[in-house]
């Protein structure tokens, strides 16, 4: 019975600045965020290797970015998991925007 379990649900932490995902009320993973202005700035996703393989990811990337245009913000992918994500699912076309040096400036201050 290795089905993904039907308790994982996600929650957004506006304090830490990320959704996470949980499964049976541990953590199995996250993506993490900045705002800018109006964009939410995706740049990291992982899944603990305990729960790989079930799913999760896109779950959790699915349910974040759904809050995002529930929030009337638009997605910037720099994170590889959430742009690959959203070449595959083109719901959220009309709210990505596309990730630009200013906005790598802006994430990673101090960074030459």
């Keep these: 019975m290795n089905q993904p379990s ?3 649900t ?3 932490s506006d304090a830490r600045h990320r959704y996470e995902i949980l499964v049976d009320g541990t953590r ?3 993506t993490a965020y900045r705002d800018r202005e109006q964009q939410r700035v ?3 996703t992982e899944v603990d290797d305990a729960f ?3 799913g999760l990811a896109a779950q959790l ?3 974040a970015l759904t809050d995002t245009r529930r929030s009337g913000k638009r997605i910037v992918p720099v994170c590889p998991y959430v742009a690959k994500y959203l ?4 719901e959220f076309g009309d709210i990505t925007d596309p ?4 906005i790598l400036q802006w994430l990673t201050p101090g960074r030459r």
């Design 42 to 44: 995706f740049y990291h």
């Design 61 to 63: 990337v699915q349910e």
């Design 6 to 8: 039907p308790a994982a």
């Design 99 to 102: 990730v630009t040096p200013e």
């Design 28 to 30: 199995a993973g996250l």
């Design 10 to 12: 996600v929650e957004r």
């Design 87 to 90: 070449h595959r699912h083109n």
């Design 52 to 54: 790989a393989g079930q």
